[in-house]
């Protein structure tokens, strides 16, 4: 009797061993669209969801839609048809891809947002602590300016994306109660090259005492200095005429701007962090456990004197991309 209880103890145990086993391998498929492979912090993006995911030996693939709102949003319908059991998405228009998130919520499959919020239903939104950036870069222009006459200039991308409106928002904070800065104007633009370049000038032209610029990302940055060159204000810092100039992202050109002189500070940002814990907020819940609705990831200021420490710490997701 005794042997025989051993041996279904035995087998019991096996049994279990086996099922967890079987639970621990569970694998999952994933997507990830992104707006395009064409910006190096979608790469970097990218790298970061397909690494986490691995970890966890789930089936991850990368929609690239190539900036393109109506492929985007067919690639992520097409992606609901074939049963794809979680989705994080970057949008290229958040208000845009709404019926979308209305379509996996139906399916039950969770959608986390990267850097932009989504309008609908989403699990969570993985993103830079927006409001603290603008807050942060509107703080340090302060410094820098001291005691002199501000005159500020914020350029954004479309105001359906939330990193626009909460960077604008928390530089905007910060230099409320300074009574020697005014904001001249304020451009959202549609994060194109020749909008951005004809809006920039033409506030220079019209107020040529504007001294700052605040641009909400790295990406309409080349825009914007070449708006400063062609109007004859572009002088790097510690010259006679320099405008203060602030950015967000930390891509190649940004980082480069930043080594020569041209602008004050961009805030590096940490892409690949962004996707790897959207992975992990769809492992969490596939666990069955609890997701913070909002996931905030910090980056670091970079300026000339600390470029090349964050460099060498590999904090900078834009270096490689940098023109020599």
Known sequence: MKKIVALLCATLLLLSLCVGAMAEATSYKVVYSIPGLSAPIWTAASEGFKAKAAEYGWDAEILDPNDNLESQISQIENALTRGVQGIVITPIDGDAVSTLMGDAASSSVPVIAIDRQVTGTSLATVEADNLLIGKQMGEMYLETLGDKEGKVLIVGGPLSSSATVNRTEGFKSAIKDASNVTIVAESATEMD??????????????????????????????????????????????????????????????????????????????????????????????DGGVVEPSILITGNIVTSENFE????????????????
């Open 193 to 286: 090259a020749e909008v951005v370049l004809a809006a920039v000038t033409n506030y220079l032209q019209a107020n040529p005492d504007i001294n700052c610029i605040f641009s909400c990302t790295d990406y309409i940055l080349p825009s914007v200095m070449t708006a400063l060159e062609e109007s004859g204000k572009l002088f790097p810092m510690g010259q006679d005429g320099h405008v203060n100039v602030y950015s967000v992202d930390g891509d190649g050109f940004g980082l480069g701007q930043v080594v020569n002189g041209n602008i004050d500070a961009t805030y590096g940002l940490d892409p690949f962090a962004w996707a790897a814990s959207a992975v992990e907020a769809l492992k969490t819940y596939f």
């Open 309 to 324: 420490d964050l460099k060498a710490a590999g904090a900078l997701w834009g270096a490689g991309s940098m023109e020599q």
